[in-house]
C-alpha cells in the first residue's frame, strides 16, 4: 500500500499530502483514500448520491428520500475498518435534518448488523461538526442515516469525514 494519502486541510481549503496521518503526530487516517467505493442507499433521484457528501464542498449534498431510509457512506471492500471520529457539516439551510440521525458501522452487505457509532443531537447549525465516536467496532460499511420517520427526515449531510484506522 503507498504510504502517502491526499488529504483536505480545512483552514487552509486545499489538499496536501501526509503520511497516514492528519493533522501532525495523530495516529488518526483519512478513511476516504482507502474507499473500495460507496454507501449509497434509497438516494433521492438527481445528483444527490453519496459522491455528494464526499466532495469537499459544502454547498453539495447526499439527500435521500422521506419514503424509506436512506444511507449514504463508504465502502471498505475486504478491509474493516474502526472510525473513532467523524467530522461532518450539515446541509445548509436544511441542518435540522439531521438531528436525531445516526452514524454507522456495518460489516452484512445489507445492513442488518448495523451498529451505531455516534447519534447526534439537535440543534445543528451550519458549521463542521468533529465528534468522537462512541463504539470502536471494525466494519466494512461506514455511514450515515437519518432518523427515519421523522419530520423532515430525508438524511441530507453536506460533507462526513471519517478518521480512524
Not at 445489507?110 to 445543528?124: K, M, N, R, Y
Not at 461538526?129 to 463504539?135: F, G, I, N, Q
Not at 461506514?142 to 480512524?164: C, D, L, M, R, T
Amino acid at each position: 500500500m503507498d504510504p502517502w494519502i491526499e488529504v483536505f486541510d480545512r483552514p487552509s481549503k486545499r489538499m496536501i499530502i501526509d503520511p497516514y496521518r492528519f493533522p501532525a503526530g495523530s495516529s488518526e487516517v483519512n478513511l476516504f483514500s482507502l474507499r473500495a467505493g460507496y454507501v449509497n442507499e434509497n438516494p433521492y433521484p438527481g445528483p444527490y448520491g453519496a459522491d455528494q457528501s464526499f466532495d469537499n464542498n459544502t454547498s453539495t449534498f447526499s439527500a435521500g428520500s422521506d419514503a424509506a431510509p436512506a444511507r449514504f457512506g463508504l465502502d471498505f471492500g475486504g478491509t474493516a475498518r474502526t472510525v473513532t471520529r467523524i467530522e461532518y457539516y450539515p446541509r445548509i439551510g436544511f441542518e435540522s435534518r439531521l438531528d436525531g440521525g445516526s452514524f454507522y458501522a456495518a460489516n452484512a452487505s445489507d445492513f442488518s448488523d448495523e451498529v451505531a457509532i455516534l447519534t447526534l443531537p439537535s440543534g445543528h447549525t451550519a458549521q463542521w461538526y468533529d465528534r468522537a465516536t462512541t463504539s470502536s467496532v471494525s466494519a466494512r460499511y461506514v455511514y450515515f442515516k437519518s432518523s427515519h420517520g421523522a419530520p423532515n427526515s430525508s438524511s441530507n449531510i453536506a460533507e462526513q469525514v471519517y478518521w480512524g484506522s
